[in-house]
């Protein structure tokens, strides 16, 4: 598991942006200053580290806090591959559970994206 230094050492997260970016070449692949990760088949972020991978929001939240999340690190507005600081909080699988069944009937994910895009 990547301790905190070498993810700081490794990796740049814009917290107001929720991207991660490569600070060192640590495959032919890799250019410095590229963006890390890319989109699962399930819509989180995943950036492989030392040959493990990682979900970006666990990542984030490992990077702001030091600390690894105790329990799920949840997405507030419910877009997987939205990794901002302000859209992350460490929940319990309970509470989660919960958080999904509120938007059922909701705009979809994809919806709320393009919106949010729209804006800035």
């Known amino acids: 598991m990547v301790t905190h230094s070498e993810l700081k050492t490794i990796l740049h997260y814009d917290p107001k942006t929720g991207i991660f970016t490569w600070k060192i070449k640590i495959s032919k692949k890799t250019l410095i200053g590229s963006i890390a990760g890319h989109l699962g088949h399930k819509g989180y972020i995943k950036i492989v580290i030392k040959g493990k991978g990682y979900r970006a929001n666990r990542l984030a939240w490992f990077y702001m ?14 877009i997987r591959n939205d990794n901002r600081w302000v859209n992350l909080r460490d929940i319990t699988n309970k509470e989660n559970i919960a958080n999904s069944s509120r938007y059922g009937d909701y705009e979809s994910a994809s919806t709320i994206l393009q919106g949010m895009l729209a804006l800035s």
Do not use: A, F, M, Y
């Open 65 to 78: 806090t030091g600390e690894w999340p105790e329990n799920l690190v949840d997405h507030v507005n419910r």
